[in-house]
């Protein structure tokens, strides 16, 4: 019987590029010291685990047949200060094609985000099905910035040349994901310091993935 090697792993079937490119990235070994350092009490957590994490709750999320969730790496909206960079690393690298399933069949999108003004993560969360984009904040009191608005538009603006035939099939009353209602919850958990945004982002994805509200 022939056996592939991906990643870290032998297997019996051959794997598709997509999932074999998932799979060597989330087992890399560029996840060294520094990174794993980071994961002390009371330490800023380092961006690459943040997308490790996303890497490894969409490698299990793709494989399951119900409605799925999406969990975006940190780049995708750290190019996002200009729409049109946003959609070229988008298709150079084949974000939608790794981390993006069938617009029809998901529920929410995580997109994490760096704010730059603040030095804090935080996260924009699409409601695919209510056609709404919550903004989860853990330090909610100092969300409200032209900068969280801007890479928010610029964002969609991205989302929507990136799907424009799915948009065109499946959302007949909305043209766009520039017209998803954005509201901010008032029940997202707040951190108690200045350093657990991190560790909030991976709460907040990993604990409410299930939620189909």
């Not at 794997?15 to 009371?42: A, C, H, M, N, W």
Request: with cysteine.
């Amino acid at each position: 019987m022939s056996k592939y090697l991906v990643g870290p792993f032998t297997v019996s079937k051959p794997t598709s590029p997509e999932d074999l490119k998932l799979i060597q990235y989330v087992f890399d070994s560029s996840l060294g010291e520094r990174e794993l350092y980071s994961l002390r009490p009371e330490t800023w957590l380092d961006d690459n685990v943040l997308s490790t994490i996303s890497d490894a709750m969409t490698l299990v999320r793709r494989k399951m047949e119900d409605s799925v969730n999406w969990y975006l790496p940190i780049v995708f909206a750290a190019t996002a200060d200009d729409p049109s960079k946003c959609i070229s690393f988008a298709k150079k690298d084949r974000i939608k094609e790794i981390y993006m399933s069938d617009l029809l069949c998901c529920e929410k999108a995580f997109v994490p985000v760096f704010d730059n003004e603040r030095r804090h993560f935080f996260l924009f969360v699409l409601q695919l099905k209510k056609q709404v984009v919550e903004i989860w904040d853990s330090l909610a009191a100092s969300c409200q910035s032209d900068w969280v608005d801007g890479r928010l538009h610029n964002l969609l603006v991205s989302l929507d040349t990136l799907f424009q035939d799915d948009i065109d099939q499946y959302y007949q009353k909305v043209s766009s994901f520039t017209d998803f209602r954005v509201e901010r919850p008032s029940n997202v958990p707040q951190q108690q310091n200045g350093h657990d945004c991190g560790v909030c982002y991976q709460v907040y994805a990993s604990t409410r993935r299930s939620d189909k509200s």
